[in-house]
């Protein structure tokens, strides 16, 4: 069964990449941050960090390795422990409120790397992207109302109908 949901955590990871790719041309539009919410709430917290931790290395690898690039571990690793240990009972307006305030978390995140800059410099880089964080948030919040009942339903069938009904 284990060997199973490895084989499992990686093509989630693959999907979360395609997904990400498909959606790029849309700035600051993403689903990848509900997706790996859902499967937070789906899955063990350890295959769950695992997904996260795989797609922010085949990010790191697709568009090199930066001063961000350990942001990228942190914000999606965060995403994972915060949906799994914060939402017990998860419903749409939860999900879309959480989703949010990620979108608008996502740039501080990635703003950290720079305080070695100087605060200046992170203030600076935070009130540049300020519009794009606004549009990230608000679509999270948007692309949460409309599809989480949908990918969560058909996620929650899929592990089911694989025999994943128990992996909670």
């Known amino acids: 069964m284990r060997l199973k949901l490895l084989v499992l955590d990686a093509l989630l990871v693959g999907l979360l990449v395609i997904v990400k790719e498909a959606l790029a041309f849309l700035p600051n539009i993403?689903?990848?941050?509900?997706?790996?919410?859902i499967l937070a709430l789906l899955l063990p917290l350890r295959d769950s960090l695992l997904i996260a931790f795989g797609y922010a290395t085949l990010e790191n690898l697709l568009y090199g390795i930066n001063i961000f690039?350990?942001?990228?571990?942190?914000?999606?690793?965060?995403?994972?422990?915060?949906?799994h240990f914060l939402i017990r009972r998860p419903s749409y307006l939860k999900v879309a409120f959480l989703s949010f305030f990620f979108g608008l978390f996502f740039d501080v995140v990635f703003a950290l790397p720079l305080l070695v800059n100087g605060l200046s410099v992170t203030i600076a880089y935070l009130l540049n992207g300020i519009l794009f964080s606004l549009v990230h948030a608000v679509s999270n919040f948007i692309l949460a109302l409309f599809l989480y009942d949908g990918i969560y339903q058909i996620v929650a069938a899929l592990l089911e109908y694989n025999g994943f009904n128990d992996v909670k």
């Open 30 to 37: 993403e689903v990848v941050t509900l997706i790996l919410m």
């Open 69 to 83: 690039a350990l942001s990228y571990y942190l914000v999606f690793i965060l995403i994972v422990l915060i949906t």
